[in-house]
């Protein structure tokens, strides 16, 4: 058996100390994350994902970066059933914990069309978000992920070109929801909104899906680049 001195021994401690320190403790500093952005949504976000064009793809191939998408068509703002809503249908419960920089979300739309049907959607618009843009589900859910210390992107709807759209009544509603939307931003640092309504020229049914609500690739495209430019210009 070997005997150390006390002097040795305690040497010896320290020595082995600073290696297990040194296994446990250091990283490289390139070590790589996990994905920085995070979607959530309705259809509009979903839209297109087959042909590899939807929007988070197209933000992700902006910024050549993957974009974690978890937008689900049909989903609401607000939305009372638990179990599908758990699953996504409620858009709040699509967020997922992560290392997130930025959210990319949508929602509404679903609610003044399939909730109200575009008339006297008065106590759901308000439920959602106030006139002032202050108070309402949407606000409550962009100041929780913006407690994260995500900034969020907020994106409105396309309108219909004025040609062959099931939707066209809705415009009103979608005018007046987008107003609170950037009066909401306006108010919240590290919040933008992000309106597309002026991209379709008046009877341009290229920016639409053959259904005339949702957006066709050409469309998801420009808005994915939209997205993704203010996404690099808040970090530049």
């Known amino acids: 058996m070997v005997h150390l001195g006390k002097k040795k021994l305690a040497a010896l401690v320290v020595l082995i100390g600073i290696l297990v320190v040194g296994c446990v403790t250091v990283a490289p500093d390139d070590a790589p994350r996990g994905p920085r952005i995070l979607a959530m949504g309705d259809s509009m976000m979903a839209w297109n994902s087959g042909a590899q064009s939807s929007i988070p793809e197209v933000i992700s191939a902006e910024l050549g970066e993957e974009v974690v998408s978890r937008a ?3 989903a609401h703002i607000v939305y009372n059933l ?24 949508n929602g ?22 106030s006139e002032d843009g202050s108070s309402g589900d949407i606000p409550d859910m962009v100041t929780s992920v913006r407690s994260t210390g995500a900034q ?3 994106l409105g709807y ?6 062959g759209s099931i939707i066209e009544h809705c415009r009103d509603d979608g005018d007046e929801l987008e107003r609170r939307l950037a009066r909401m931003a306006k108010g919240m640092n590290g919040v933008h909104f ?3 309504a002026d991209m379709i020229p008046h009877g ?9 609500i949702h957006p066709s690739s ?18 530049g």
């Not at 396309?158 to 040609?163: E, N």
């Open 72 to 74: 689900i068509s049909g």
């Open 82 to 105: 638990p179990l599908t809503g758990s699953a996504g249908l409620r858009i709040r419960n699509q967020y997922v914990k992560g290392d997130w920089d930025w959210v990319v979300m």
């Open 108 to 129: 509404g739309g679903n609610d003044l069309w399939l909730g109200c049907n575009c008339n006297a959607c008065d106590r759901r618009m308000n439920k959602m978000i």
């Open 152 to 154: 969020v992107v907020y």
């Open 158 to 163: 396309l309108r219909s070109p004025g040609v």
């Open 194 to 196: 992000l309106p597309v």
């Open 204 to 212: 341009d049914r290229s920016f639409h899906s053959l259904d005339m």
């Open 218 to 235: 050409k469309a998801s495209k420009e808005i994915g680049r939209r997205a993704a430019k203010i996404i690099t210009t808040s970090e």
